[in-house]
C-alpha cells in the first residue's frame, strides 16, 4: 500500500496550491479519503473528507469555503484545492484513509490507529 502526497510548496498569503495524492496497493474505490494537517505546535488535525463514491464531501469550518477535496476513482487520484491561502493553513498535509466500506465521518477527536494508510505528507507553507 502507498499513498503518495504531492503539490506542496510555499507560498504567499491569498495563494493558492493544489495538493494531489496519488493511492496505489488497495481498492481505492472502497476507502472514503481525507486530509489532515500537522500545524506547527498543533497535533493533527482533519481537515476535509470525501465518501468512496466522491459525491459527499465534508470540512473542517475553518477552511470550508476555501479548500475544496475531490476524487477520481477511475485515475485513482485525489486532490485538494487550497485557495485564499493564510498563514495558519501552514503546516504538513497527510492523506490518509478511513477504513474499508466505512461511511464518511467527521473526525473531531481521533487516534492514529483510526486511519489504516497514510501518506508520507506534503509540506504546504504560507508566508510573505
Known amino acids: 500500500v502507498q499513498l503518495v502526497e504531492s503539490g506542496g510548496g510555499l507560498v504567499q498569503p491569498g495563494g493558492s496550491l493544489r495538493l494531489s495524492c496519488a493511492p496505489s496497493?488497495?481498492?481505492?474505490?472502497?476507502?472514503?479519503m481525507l486530509w489532515l494537517r500537522q500545524s506547527p505546535g498543533k497535533g493533527l488535525e482533519w481537515i476535509a473528507g470525501?465518501?468512496?463514491?466522491?459525491?459527499?464531501?465534508d470540512y473542517l469550518p475553518s477552511v470550508l469555503g476555501r479548500f475544496v477535496i475531490s476524487r477520481d476513482n477511475a485515475k485513482n487520484t485525489l486532490d485538494l484545492q487550497m485557495n485564499d491561502l493564510k498563514p495558519e493553513d501552514t503546516g504538513v498535509y497527510y492523506c490518509?484513509?478511513?477504513?474499508?466500506?466505512?461511511?464518511?465521518?467527521?473526525?473531531?477527536?481521533?487516534?492514529?490507529?483510526?486511519?489504516?494508510?497514510w501518506g508520507q505528507g506534503t509540506q504546504v507553507i504560507v508566508s510573505s
Open positions: 490518509v484513509t478511513q477504513w474499508a466500506d466505512l461511511s464518511l465521518m467527521t473526525w473531531v477527536k481521533f487516534d492514529k490507529n483510526d486511519f489504516p494508510y
Open positions: 496497493g488497495f481498492s481505492f474505490s472502497t476507502y472514503a
Open positions: 470525501i465518501n468512496a463514491n466522491g459525491d459527499v464531501t
